[in-house]
């Protein structure tokens, strides 16, 4: 079984500061996905990366992929207020039938 | 475009009580999806289906059933409700099971769920 860590677990900052949050594991990945989770609300797909090495934009946010294919970053530039959520992380092997969902990083941006 | 719905957003159960979760699809797409989500515990996968017809378990399917006999719609069954079932529980749809850089699950808003 596929498992995925993420750290931070919790991670309060002001808003206007940068931030980098960590999804992490032992197995390869095929492709990986970063999902933001509003309270109340089901996950919402912010990007897929299925290149080793592979780098994504979205406005503020960077998203990495590493290039052993094992772990992935997303980094906020200049957080605000709405950036607020759970953030989850999701892969799935060469072989795997389904993404394996990691715990989250649960980020507050405090105006 | 309403996307993945579910019904009912929220349940109080008794133990022992049996209920039917809905998820419906409007986007066509073959794979569907049945998460729990609990604190700290990110999202579980109960089962999930390929197509109408076709439904297999995931890493926790112990205490549900599904059935799929559209394409849009993919109910989750609980028998004989526990309190280690009270969760949120996740609906996702995906079109080609989420691999390409392009596409990803579409989730719906969720069931909150207490068995007392």
């Known amino acids: 079984t596929q498992l995925l860590e993420q750290s931070p677990q919790f991670l309060s900052i002001q808003e206007g500061e940068n931030l980098t949050v960590y999804c992490n594991s032992s197995s390869v990945f095929s492709s990986l996905q970063w999902y933001r989770q509003e309270p109340g609300e089901g996950p919402v797909l912010l990007v897929t990366v299925v290149t080793g090495g592979e780098v994504k934009k979205l406005k503020r946010l960077t998203f990495q992929f590493g290039d052993a294919r094992k772990d992935s970053s997303l980094h906020i530039t200049a957080a605000q207020p709405g950036d607020t959520g759970l953030y989850l992380c999701?892969?799935?092997?060469?072989?795997?039938?389904?993404?394996?969902f990691g715990p989250g990083t649960r980020l507050s941006v405090l105006p | 475009n309403a996307g993945v719905t579910q019904t009912p957003k929220f349940r109080i159960l008794k133990i022992g009580q049996s209920m039917t979760l809905q998820c419906a699809q409007d986007m066509n797409h073959n794979y569907m999806y049945w998460y729990r989500q609990d604190p700290g515990m990110g999202l579980k996968l109960i089962y999930y289906?390929?197509?109408?017809?076709?439904?297999d378990k995931g890493e926790v399917p112990n205490g549900y059933n599904v059935s799929r006999s559209t394409t849009e719609d993919f109910p989750l069954r609980l028998e004989l409700a526990a309190p280690s079932q009270t969760s949120v529980y996740f609906c996702?749809?995906?079109?080609?099971?989420?691999?390409?850089?392009?596409?990803?699950?579409?989730f719906g808003s969720g069931t909150r769920l207490t068995v007392v």
């Open positions: 289906s390929v197509g109408a017809g076709i439904t």
């Open positions: 996702a749809s995906s079109n080609d099971r989420g691999r390409s850089s392009n596409y990803g699950y579409t």
């Open positions: 999701a892969g799935v092997g060469y072989y795997g039938q389904n993404f394996v």
